[in-house]
């Protein structure tokens, strides 16, 4: 098994638009689960993917990429890096609500109090879809590990 972080690093990366999924698809159970079928197998453990989902977002901005809300507004993923605060903000400076009532957590925050656990928990969904919506508590770790997928597929991983 190759090294998760060996991607697709190029010198010569050219920057690119991630557009986030609708929450409405976020919330669709089989979108969770072919959502965890493309992270079975990209790395060794629940926590390496962990790993690799964050790194692959911010090298994407480091890269000059940026994040889109499904609306087009764009994140200030600048001030979620340097500043540490836990939600997200636009580069207007409003904090980004998925839905009512549901504001976007930075990657480092979004996994909860038990990271592996939960990207384990999440991991079975691959075999095991969920009969029902999808938890607005789920809805910003989803948010990130799409946009961690659309970036791999872009970069043809």
């Not at 190029?10 to 976020?26: C, G, K, S, T, Y």
């Not at 901005?61 to 994040?67: I, N, Q, S």
């Not at 580069?91 to 480092?108: A, H, M, S, V, W």
Request: one cysteine or more; glycine letters at 6%.
């Amino acid at each position: 098994m190759q090294s998760i972080f060996d991607y697709n690093d190029q010198d010569n990366v050219v920057p690119f638009d991630v557009q986030a999924a609708r929450i409405e698809q976020l919330r669709n159970p089989l979108y969770e689960a072919d959502l965890a079928k493309f992270f079975v197998g990209k790395a060794e453990t629940a926590t390496l993917i962990l790993d690799l989902a964050t790194f692959v977002i911010f090298d994407h901005y480091a890269d000059g990429g940026r994040v889109l809300m499904a609306n087009g507004t764009m994140l200030d993923l600048d001030r979620m890096e340097s500043t540490g605060e836990r939600f997200v903000y636009d580069c207007d400076g409003n904090e980004i609500f998925l839905q009512k009532n549901c504001l976007l957590i930075r990657t480092e925050d979004c996994f909860g109090e038990s990271p592996r656990r939960t990207m384990n928990r999440f991991l079975q969904k691959a075999i095991r879809s969920s009969k029902t919506t999808v938890d607005i508590r789920l809805l910003p770790m989803l948010f990130w590990l799409d946009i961690a997928r659309k970036i791999l597929m872009k970069q043809g991983n």
